[in-house]
């Protein structure tokens, strides 16, 4: 857990002008108001990206034109009642989460991982150590929900404790900044985190630290809005404020996340199975169990199930969202307050389920920030089929080195 300045290298493809800026802070800005301060927010109905022609969802402007659906436009204008300060938050984590996009696919990656300073190297060793652009974008996130001015506390993975920001700020975000980054060399997807909260008013009085951690410590059925950006072929924003899951696919073009997929629903039945299934002899038998019958098409769906596993928590989330089916981590591993919460957040909008094999993710009280849990997260058949099996957490936890 370390901290640095971000690199000088040039990472900021989309300036912060492109922030919109709410004009007053307790009313939305009218539909013409924003027609006329963003125009750069509407686009044709087909739009030219790389020589390709792109289809989007259509939202209606003001004028009556058909136009591209920004994240911006939909939280302003989707009808969805988001507050301004929720809207203004997102602008700077739009614009971290483009920054990010920018860094993982830069060709300065190879040089930054070779310098220690930024490698951890003192600090942990093997697999767990944090390499170093997990911590670039813990900073690019740290000073873009400085900068929004509504964050009262930031809980993120690559630090051991929360840091408090700002006393008015009206929330908390916890965040995992950059997941999957082991694999980054090999420029395997990698995803951002978060979720957020809103600051419990009657812990103001308290010490700053014990507030830090216990806004911090909310469960995730308290969760208001929570999402993921997926940095692949494509950079793909997934979110939900409680009302359905959405996804906006990043325009590099003009720097502009467009609604892609409006209120996804996870089928209720997938063919995909998502696990590191060389752990096999790590299981408990009620795990190897369903695996074995679902892979020879015998269980509850009379079809052989395939397997995928990226190795990359966003990843492999993302697809199963989309194609159904289970993604699961059995062990104690990944953790509930930066991984589990949002992402089982935005699988019940969606319509599926995730748990620990055993319980509602959503239900469980954190006690300690980097708790760490099984997480099984997908499609309502699916899950209930695992569940059935009951004894589908792995308890031998050697803590694999690769
Ligand atoms: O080694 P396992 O158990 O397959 O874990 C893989 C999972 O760990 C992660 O890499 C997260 O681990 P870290 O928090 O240590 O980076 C996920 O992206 C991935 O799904």
Redesign the pocket.
Known sequence: MQSSTVPTFPTTFYPPKTLFVPSKIHSFPSKSSILAENCHLFRPIMASLSGFIVRSQMSTSSSGEKGFSTLSEYMGEGGIGLGDELVLLFEHLQYACKRIAALVASPFNSSLSKQSSFAGGDSGSG??APKPLDIVSNEIILSSLKNSGKVAVMAS?EDDAPIWINDDGPFVVVT?PL????NIDASIPTGTIFGIYRRLAELDHLPREEKATLNSLQSGAKLVAAGYVLYSSATILCTSFGSGTHAFTLDHSTGDFILTHQDIKIPPRGQIYSV?DA?YFDWPEGLRQYIDTVRQGKGRYPKKYSARYI???VA?FHRTLLYGGVTM?P?D??RLVYEANPLSFLVEQAGGRGSDGKSRILSMQPVKLHQRLPLFLGSLEDMEELESYGDVQQKVNPG?E?
């Open positions: 697999r767990d993975e995992d997941d999957g980054s082991r590191n752990r190795c990359s928590l492999d981590n062990r591993h990944l694999y690769v």
